[in-house]
């Protein structure tokens, strides 16, 4: 699922009141404790971070006179 900042910026708010409700756009969103909201922060930041890193590429060129 592709996360955005917004997101983040919510869960965060909700955790520093010490609410287990999150509203998202159009739906409401009730956790049952501080930990599941946690562990939700860390899924979104992991999002997040896979979505700014790059791929990498390796070109395999051959070498020497083969057989």
Do not use: C, N
């Not at 009141?17 to 860390?42: C, F, M, N, P």
């Amino acid at each position: 699922m592709a996360y955005t900042q917004d997101d983040l910026d919510r869960i965060q708010a909700v955790i520093a009141k010490g609410e287990l409700e999150v509203q998202y756009h159009d739906r409401k969103v009730r956790y049952r404790s501080i930990a599941e909201l946690r562990a939700a922060q860390t899924e979104i930041v992991r999002g997040l971070e896979q979505g700014t890193r790059r791929s990498r590429v390796f070109r395999i060129r051959p070498g020497g006179k083969g057989i």
